[in-house]
């Protein structure tokens, strides 16, 4: 199997990923030592590769639970590019050591969730026209048939959201600030914030 660029080949893996029922993380790279370094090599994995090492094993306060993400996963493919300047797999693990997921649920997968600049765009203009951020997750799902076609959940909506928010104040203005908190006490009941004003 030849693509032509590192890009197609991610898609050519998150493709498989999704029809298999697991989640793709980029690996490590091989870049030539030219002037402008080509890559040579690259490496994906599943997203359960590798193994979460505690980088603070006395601590006296008490860990929240947290669910069990990396396996020591052994899947994976491996790429590089050949002498025709196209990159073709070398490698390809299938073998999982953990549960893989439902077809149904892979939209929550990882590497099936973006934000892309036309769904950004989009976003910025219902915002705009005057549309909370959940309407105008659940239009962009209504109009692709689910939340499952979107490409990305309500919290990565709102999220994306908030981003855009920050980015709007400009030079930490606190005016601004105050304007978008009082924004978000009209659009949430459950906002709650509290201020002083100086002399």
């Known amino acids: 199997m ?3 660029t590192i890009d197609e080949m991610h898609t050519l893996y998150c493709n498989h990923a999704r029809e298999m029922g697991f989640s793709v993380r980029k690996g490590i790279s091989r870049f030539s030592r030219d ?3 080509i890559v040579l090599g690259k490496l994906f994995l599943c997203a359960c590769a590798g193994i979460r090492v505690s980088t603070k094993e006395n601590c006296s306060k008490q860990k929240r639970n947290v669910a069990l993400t990396r396996t020591n996963c052994k899947a994976m493919m491996r790429i590089k590019r050949n002498n025709d300047g196209v990159y073709e797999v070398v490698k390809h693990i299938e073998k999982h050591n953990h549960p893989l997921t439902r077809t149904e649920w892979s939209h929550l997968h990882r590497s099936e969730r973006s934000i892309t600049d036309e769904k950004a765009k989009a976003i910025e203009e219902m915002l705009s026209s005057g549309l909370r951020p ?5 239009y962009m799902a209504y109009n692709v048939g ?3 076609n979107v490409g990305h959940t309500l919290k990565d909506h709102m999220n994306f959201v908030n981003r855009l928010k920050m980015n709007n104040i400009e030079g930490g203005d606190a005016a601004s600030v105050i304007d978008m908190i009082q924004d978000q006490d009209e659009e949430e009941d459950g906002f709650f ?4 004003e100086e002399d």
Do not use: D, L
């Open 35 to 37: 002037e402008t370094p």
């Open 193 to 196: 914030f509290k201020g002083e």
């Open 134 to 138: 959940t309407q105008s997750f659940r």
């Open 2 to 4: 030849t693509k032509g």
């Open 146 to 148: 689910g939340e499952e």
